[in-house]
């Protein structure tokens, strides 16, 4: 599979996701398969993370099948199409010494990330002003985590993946709490506990605090990067669809939290979300990407899904039905990226690493190899 091929591989993924046929999903409550939507491996050995739709959702998105094969490990995509399915760790099945599942603690985003949000609760859902596709409490509310984990408690998970071999780098977020820190204490907090036993890299996300002396006691703790997320290059978007994150932040404090972080972290090191389909103006999308990427900060741009249990839960993208649209735009910010040498998979952990969710390096890797004829 060439360049080209896999970049539209990963964005027909993304965006369209996968179904089950009704064999499947009649027979399978949860289990090893992939309901509701797992990680494979694509043929350039990178994770990406399928949505798995059913019924009108599958149809809405025109979402090819995904079969069972007589290896349990290979499923077959759109008929043709073999994905190896990223294996479940081991370190799951453990238990931390306060008797808490490590899979309520942390997971495994792709294939070598281990991510959890420290503290599973944000200040703008108890305003009403929550980002629209948000679904932060929820994850809380059914059991499947806990409100705000440890160090102790992240300390023993990172240590259990490392040492099974399951890891290359951590990935910590939070909620916003209601403090001027933006959460950045607690995550300073957490990265310590992993730095007394681990020197894996450490990727932090935080909303942009308006001190912004506590990034740099964020990087002295041992953060290797930090993504500070905008989320849309336009602020009607923003106002839109995060309207509590909007209000506390322009795009002005953004950039002068990208400026100071950059040189904290190096170029590279520094990302941003910016999400694709979610009404944003394609122009002016590349135009942040490209002045970013001046500055040195990846734009971890990534088509945006609709979450069951946020407010966009029925919202269609603009992306649905216009692949070749898509992959027009990727290809954009893949030579983008390129010009400002900032491949994702050379900086040092988080979103932009793991890349489950977003086809930058596929589109990185394509705008390389036009390069080279
Ligand atoms: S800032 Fe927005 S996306 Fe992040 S936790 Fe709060 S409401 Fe959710």
Redesign the pocket.
């Known amino acids: 599979m060439d360049a080209e091929e896999l970049l539209k591989l990963k964005i027909r993924l993304l965006t369209e996701g996968a179904t089950l046929s009704e064999r499947e999903w009649s027979g399978r409550q949860g289990g090893a398969g992939p309901v509701q939507g797992r990680y494979f491996f694509l043929p350039n050995g990178r994770s990406c993370g399928v949505p798995i739709r059913r019924g009108s959702q599958a149809e809405r998105f025109g979402s090819a099948t995904l079969e069972p094969t007589e290896d349990p490990t290979i499923w077959l995509y759109d008929g043709s199409v073999e994905l190896e399915i990223v294996p479940r760790p081991k370190f799951y099945d453990l238990n931390t010494d306060d008797g808490i599942p490590y899979h309520k603690i942390a997971l495994l985003h792709g294939s070598e990330t281990l991510a959890t ?1 420290v503290y599973q ?5 108890a305003s009403g ?3 629209k ?4 409490p929820h994850s809380c509310s059914s059991g499947a985590t806990i409100l705000e984990k440890t160090p102790e408690q992240v300390a023993e998970v990172v240590k259990a993946a490392e040492d099974e071999g399951a890891i290359r780098d951590v990935l910590l ?4 709490p209601d403090t001027p820190d933006m959460g950045c204490s607690r995550l300073i907090q957490i990265i310590e506990g992993i730095r007394e036993s681990s020197e894996i890299p450490i990727g932090v996300q935080f ?1 942009p605090p308006t001190d912004m002396e506590i990034m740099k006691a964020v990087f002295e703790a041992g953060a290797n990067a930090a993504g500070i ?1 905008a ?1 849309s290059a336009d602020e009607s978007v923003r106002k839109e669809m ?1 309207p ?2 909007h209000e506390y932040g322009s795009l002005s404090l953004y950039h002068k939290s990208w400026a100071y972080a950059i040189e904290l972290f190096g170029p590279g090191n520094v990302s941003t979300f910016l999400l694709h389909g979610i009404g944003e103006s394609i122009d002016s999308t590349i135009e942040l990407v490209d002045e970013l990427g001046s500055m040195g900060v990846l734009s971890v741009v990534a088509p945006m899904r609709p979450a069951p249990g946020s407010q966009l839960a029925d919202f269609e993208p603009a992306y649905l039905g216009d692949l070749e649209g898509s992959v027009k735009f990727y290809k954009r910010v893949g030579a983008i990226l390129l010009k400002w040498e900032l491949d994702p998979g050379k900086t040092a952990a988080g979103c932009h690493r793991c890349g489950g969710c977003t086809p930058i390096q596929e589109a990185y890797d394509w705008a390389k190899a036009i390069s080279h004829g």
């Open positions: 949000t609760a944000c200040r703008y859902w002003t929550q980002c596709f948000c679904t932060i977020t939070t909620g916003t909303e997320h989320e995060c509590g994150k």
